[in-house]
């Protein structure tokens, strides 16, 4: 098998860390499983943009378009560039410019304790989010117009295309017959955004019917906040727009355990395709070994998933659920070790995983 690159930002606050276990666990498994994965680091992130007003190089973007399968991103956000600047560029920037239009964000619950749910199981809780990602309320198109003035006005369009909310509906009902699941449900807020979600709507509709043995839902996206809460069960597949699926996907981490556990991938089947936690940079917690590396444990087992490495990604997931089983885990799941010792704790796991039972 040809060499598989991987380009990895480690980013800002918390990244370096949580990715430093995260390759750390990656080598692991890729050395165990024969697998011929490469990692080249990157600096990119606001120490560089700080140092340098380097963002991301249109030479690099170029570079990891051409030669690189993957890329590995920790996290950005720094309070020393309040408006996110490099991340503009880097994050969103990778994700418009690469075309990464599937964010697909699972919600799976690992370990029973872990819901803060009553009466919830693994079973009633296990979904995945796919959020448009190139369009919607992040296009960047607006501005501020007499600005710092009683006149103010401030503007933010919505962009959606036809062809964009399109492709994600058919990527969430190709996602559910690939995986054997029955429901699909759409969320968005067409009673009020009547033209920009109305096409979600007219677009839903017609996809759907080309699926008959799959149960199309729609429900308005502040419902569906609440019914995930009520009743996480009822949903396999969420389909939903760029905002509205930063806010749920955080919503539905806490679901399974938080931000230290909720993986996600920016997917452009068949391209190279971006896979980083759905947590931040976390300042506060940076520099101290205390962040929890599962997330960006799990995306690597998304990222290992996509390269078509289905059984090194069960490995690695396998040992996340036996680092939660045996609670060898950081503080903010109540566990006691600190970040490099649940990356040893994992690289253990892989190389000596439980029987099975
Ligand atoms: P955040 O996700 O960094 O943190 C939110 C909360 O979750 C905090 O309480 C934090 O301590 C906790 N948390 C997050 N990740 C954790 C982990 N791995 N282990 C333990 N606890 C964890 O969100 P924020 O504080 O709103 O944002 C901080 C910065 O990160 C901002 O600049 C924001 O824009 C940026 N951000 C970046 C990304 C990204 O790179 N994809 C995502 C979200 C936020
Ligand atoms: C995420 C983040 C990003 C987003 C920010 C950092 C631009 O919150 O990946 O969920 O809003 O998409
Ligand atoms: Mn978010």
Redesign the pocket.
């Known amino acids: 098998m040809s060499v598989q690159k991987i380009a990895v930002i480690p980013?800002d606050?918390?990244?370096p860390e949580?990715a430093a276990v995260g390759v750390q666990v990656l080598e692991a498994v890729a050395e165990l499983h024969d697998l011929p994965l490469e990692f080249t680091w990157f600096d990119f992130g606001a120490e560089k943009y700080l140092a340098e007003g380097v963002t991301l190089p249109q030479s690099a973007f170029e570079d990891f378009r051409d030669n690189y399968d993957a890329i590995y991103?920790g996290?950005?956000?720094?309070p020393r560039v309040p408006d996110?600047a490099h991340?503009k560029d880097i994050?969103l920037g990778l994700r418009f410019r690469l075309d990464l239009y599937v964010n697909l964000r699972p919600a799976r619950l690992l370990h029973p304790a872990l819901t803060p749910l009553k009466n919830k199981t693994p079973d009633d809780l296990d979904f995945v989010i796919l959020r448009e990602n190139t369009e919607g309320l992040y296009v960047g198109i607006g501005g501020r117009f007499k600005q710092g003035t009683p006149d103010e006005i401030a503007i933010n369009e919505m962009v959606q295309t036809r062809k964009g909310v399109e492709r994600i509906v058919r990527a969430a009902f190709e996602w559910a017959v690939e995986n054997e699941r029955k429901r699909v449900c759409m969320a968005d807020k067409a009673n009020v955004l009547r033209d920009a979600h109305g096409l979600w709507q007219d677009v839903f509709v017609e996809v759907a019917e080309e699926y008959p043995d799959i149960a199309a839902r729609h429900l308005y996206a502040d419902v569906l906040a609440m019914e995930l809460v009520r009743a996480p069960e009822d949903f396999d597949v969420i389909v939903t727009g760029n905002l509205l699926g930063d806010v749920l996907s955080d919503l539905s981490a806490q679901l399974v355990g938080?931000?230290?556990l909720a993986p996600s991938g920016n997917i452009h089947p068949g391209r190279v395709s971006l896979f980083?936690?759905?947590?931040?940079?976390?300042?506060?917690?940076a520099g101290k070994d205390?962040?929890?590396?599962l997330?960006?444990v799990l995306t690597g087992a998304q990222m290992l998933e996509f390269l078509g490495h289905g059984e090194a990604a069960m490995a690695v997931e396998a040992a996340v659920v036996q680092a939660l089983r045996e609670h060898r885990v950081?503080r903010?799941l109540g566990g006691e070790l600190g970040t490099r010792a649940v990356g040893d704790a994992l690289v253990r796991f892989v190389h000596a995983p439980p029987p099975a039972a």
């Open positions: 980013g606050g918390i990244g949580v991103l996290a950005l956000g720094d996110m991340a994050l938080g931000l230290g980083e936690p759905v947590h931040g940079s976390a300042p506060p917690l205390i962040a929890n590396p997330a960006m950081t903010d």
